[in-house]
């Protein structure tokens, strides 16, 4: 499990719980409404992935166990591999 920690400044914090009761829950809510589109995003395509390949005999049932065992770069990876495509990219 991963802890994550936001600052604010006094102004940020003033503004989000103008707009939001609780300001840790909302931010709680946006980071995992975020996670759980990225995981229908992994799952969909890693499942597509093994239904091409012939070799693949079964998938697992559990949308948990498909997205930890596929076999993806991070944003930051895939950035970084896009930067290093640009002229004068290492």
């Known amino acids: 499990m991963t ?6 400044t006094a102004t940020q914090e003033k503004a989000l719980a103008f707009v ?3 300001p840790q829950e909302w931010a709680e809510n946006a ?7 990225a995981i229908d995003e992994i799952y969909a395509a890693e499942v ?3 239904t091409a390949d012939p070799a693949i005999t ?3 049932a559990d949308k ?3 997205v930890l065992a596929a076999d993806i770069l ?3 990876e895939r950035n970084a591999e896009a930067e290093a495509t640009l002229p004068g990219g290492e």
């Not at 980071?31 to 589109?37: A, L, S």
């Open 3 to 8: 802890t994550l920690t936001i600052e604010l």
């Open 20 to 22: 939001a009761a609780s």
């Open 31 to 37: 980071v995992h409404n975020r996670c759980r589109i």
């Open 48 to 50: 597509a992935r093994l």
């Open 58 to 60: 079964s998938i697992p």
């Open 64 to 66: 948990d166990a498909v």
């Open 74 to 76: 991070s944003a930051a």
